[in-house]
């Protein structure tokens, strides 16, 4: 039997799962920051050891990154240069020319990922219906040819004014600088995000090519690295949206790769709630480096059409990078193991978004860190089995991040025995519940009577927590759960989402000319999975943005294929369209004229199996002779917790709180206002007691 393979590079840890049928074998080995492509090689050569599958046996690779996203934030991609139209160099600089934090006086704005000396002006301009008021002035291309070599660009993005309308201009330049420079790597904004808004337009093309030199070079390495250790399988990238791309359009738009794994865990936590029929979800993701949290209602993430990368404020929008792509939605904080805890000048304790990464690491690990982390707290509160962690790959130190705690915190702040690593767990997790009450409000959502989907290394330890905090009862940590974005990966579908701008008013809607465009849209993105899928069926999705006209923004609206074969398509539309209103603001206003100025056409394959047939099992309540004095946060002291394997459950089993279940890449922190037990799929079922 065949097998499938999927890996998931975070910021700390590079997960491995190696899926047969109903079979997983999973590795989990440290980030290689440096070298990326040696932590993912070396991990699976770890996980095909352990399944003893050869490379010939595996039928798909599946790949998500944060290398795109550090890129960015860290600043780290390619030297980039863009032409754009005369006089309009300075869109990136201006932004949104507002503050989006209105009473700081030394506020931090995103600085421009291409500086204004390399920002050049090109004589040309479209209108926005797509017509040329200013031919293109080919010598003002040509012009600045010798500033891109002088400076040494390795990338260069076109963007002109409108050309979302119209992209002759761009292309035709495209056509310049690539004959004088094919060493070039060449971005259009018109093909990286073809829609209306300028500066969001131009940001997203600028950020992708920021990094396409850098993914480009990084994929192409891992392909012959993969190729030569007897690979012969399709090579698929994991996308923000929550689909599968083609290695070669990954390496073209590798923009929409920046929240590939979390996108991961979104749909895992997805076809859990599908699977159990939980309609209202809260996914917790917690890895080495960040926490990641997303509202999944009725089976499917929210998603959005904009995404900010490195924020500088935190929750503060308008103080990151804008990207204008197909992403879940989350909130996104610097929370993880490897969180760095440290006082400040006022005497308060912070812990985070600085992160210890996978080197040096938690001072637990012995590799040379000297700052205590999260991690570390839950070592020395006696939540984590040292000798177990990461899968026995690397056993911790506990003396070690006990000493490091009590020097950085516990002598700072007077706090004595297990006080300091408490408030270190206490502040991250109170962290973690303002991230989702935010998100939550923002969307105007209650997480009150959600479930929530708790995976990655670090979630299943604070899970218990961060549900008592946010008023959650019910927890589900499923198998394998601390590589729970890479099995995502295995749970998702190849899909792809075009979107192009065409606005126009309902009171003078063209049907035919919207048809055409979808049969456009349908070809391209039939292009890039047909090519993933083969004769697989597909199903299409779309949706139009549209507004009263007059209003600053759209909403999204869903309509069916056959809307544009009705008698009357502009009515149809306009009906839809208030439908989404309504539900949505709860009103609609009358007399007001409605217009759509973009339409996203989505194509997506069939999505793999989820968690298969649930196993029948007897009640039995389960106690242990192994335990051990662990600090309970919900008590405030140390109470004896038993000690599980969770590979020792089985199906029906029951175990009241507090207690550790400990597996390979995690442990699940029981707490004693939890109850557990083990479901049909295998999942553990947490549930609040009644107590405090």
């Given at each position: 039997m065949t097998a499938r393979l999927a890996v998931d590079i975070g910021g700390t840890f590079t997960?491995?799962?190696?899926?047969?049928?109903?079979?997983?074998?999973?590795?989990?080995?440290?980030?290689?920051?440096?070298?990326?492509?040696?932590?993912?090689?070396?991990?699976?050569?770890?996980?095909?050891?352990?399944?003893?599958?050869?490379?010939?046996?595996?039928?798909?690779?599946?790949?998500?990154?944060?290398?795109?996203?550090?890129?960015?934030?860290?600043?780290?991609?390619?030297?980039?240069?863009?032409?754009?139209?005369e006089g309009h160099r300075d869109a990136l600089e201006m932004a949104y020319e507002n503050r989006f934090e209105q009473y700081d006086i030394n506020i931090d704005r995103p600085r421009p990922l291409v500086p204004r000396w390399l920002r050049l002006p090109v004589r040309e301009r479209m209108n926005k219906d797509g017509r040329s008021l200013i031919p293109l002035d080919e010598d003002s291309v040509r012009a600045h040819l010798p500033t891109l070599e002088r400076e040494g660009v390795e990338s260069v993005v076109i963007g002109y004014l409108h050309a979302y309308a119209d992209p002759s201009h761009e292309r035709r330049t495209a056509e310049i600088v690539a004959e004088a420079r094919p060493d070039v790597a060449i971005t259009l904004a018109s093909e990286v995000a073809p829609e209306i808004r300028e500066y969001e337009r131009l940001s997203t093309a600028v950020a992708n090519a920021y990094v396409r030199p850098l993914m480009e070079r990084y994929l192409k390495v891992l392909e012959n690295a993969l190729a030569e250790r007897g690979f012969n399988c399709p090579f698929l990238l994991m996308t923000s949206g929550g689909g599968l791309a083609t290695l070669e359009t990954a390496m073209r738009f590798p923009i929409r790769l920046v929240e590939s794994g979390p996108a991961g865990g979104a749909v895992l936590a997805s076809a859990i709630g599908r699977e159990l029929n939980l309609p209202s979800l809260l996914s917790f993701d917690m890895g080495g480096t960040t926490a990641k949290l997303c509202m999944i209602d009725d089976g499917e993430p929210m998603t959005a059409r904009t995404f900010e990368v490195g924020r500088s404020y935190r929750f503060k929008k308008g103080s990151g990078l804008p990207v204008r792509i197909p992403v879940i939605e989350m909130v996104e904080i610097g929370a993880g193991g490897g969180s760095i805890a440290r006082v400040d000048s006022l005497a308060r304790l912070q812990v985070g978004p600085e992160s210890a990464g996978a080197d040096p690491g938690p001072v637990a690990y012995g590799r040379g860190g000297s700052a205590p982390t999260v991690t570390d707290a839950d070592a020395a509160l006696a939540k984590i089995t040292p000798e177990r962690f990461a899968g026995g790959s690397l056993a911790l130190d506990v003396d070690a991040a006990r000493g490091s705690i009590a020097r950085a915190v516990g002598e700072t702040l007077g706090f004595e025995g297990d006080m300091a690593a408490y408030a270190i767990s206490e502040i991250v997790d109170e962290n973690m519940a303002a991230a989702a009450r935010a998100h939550a409000i923002e969307w105007g959502k209650d997480l009150a009577g959600r479930v929530m989907i708790a995976f990655g290394g670090a979630a299943p330890l604070h899970a218990a927590r961060l549900a008592e905090k946010v008023g959650v009862h019910a927890i589900v940590v499923p198998a394998n759960a601390g590589v729970g974005s890479a099995i995502g990966f295995l749970l998702a579908p190849a899909a792809y989402e075009v979107v192009r701008s065409r606005p126009m008013r309902l009171d003078a809607f063209d049907a035919e000319v919207i048809r055409r465009l979808f049969d456009a849209m349908r070809k391209e993105a039939e292009g890039v999975v047909r090519s993933a899928v083969g004769d697989a069926a597909v199903h299409e999705t779309r949706t139009a943005y549209m507004r009263y006209r007059g209003q600053g923004h759209e909403i999204a609206v869903p309509i069916g294929r056959g809307l544009f074969d009705s008698v009357d398509a502009g009515a149809a539309l306009a009906a839809a369209f208030e439908r989404a209103y309504s539900g949505q603001y709860g009103r609609t206003i009358p007399g007001m004229e409605i217009e759509a100025l973009t339409w996203s056409l989505t194509l997506a394959g069939p999505r793999p199996q989820s968690l298969g047939v649930a196993q029948a099992g007897r009640p039995d309540h389960r106690t242990s002779l192994r335990s051990r004095p662990v600090f309970d946060a919900s008590r405030g002291r140390l109470l004896r917790y038993q000690i599980f394997e969770r590979s020792e459950l089985a199906t029906g089993d029951r175990l009241i709180g507090p207690a550790l279940i400990v597996e390979d890449q995690t442990t699940t922190v029981v707490t004693a206002a939890f109850n557990a037990s083990v479901d049909g799929y295998g999942n553990l079922m947490l549930e609040r007691n009644g107590g405090a």
């Open positions: 997960d491995v799962v190696i899926e047969s049928g109903r079979d997983r074998v999973t590795a989990k080995v440290l980030t290689t920051p440096n070298a990326p492509a040696d932590g993912f090689l070396a991990g699976v050569e770890e996980a095909l050891d352990k399944a003893r599958r050869r490379p010939s046996e595996i039928d798909v690779i599946i790949h998500g990154t944060t290398l795109a996203t550090n890129a960015l934030i860290e600043r780290r991609g390619a030297k980039t240069a863009l032409l754009t139209t």
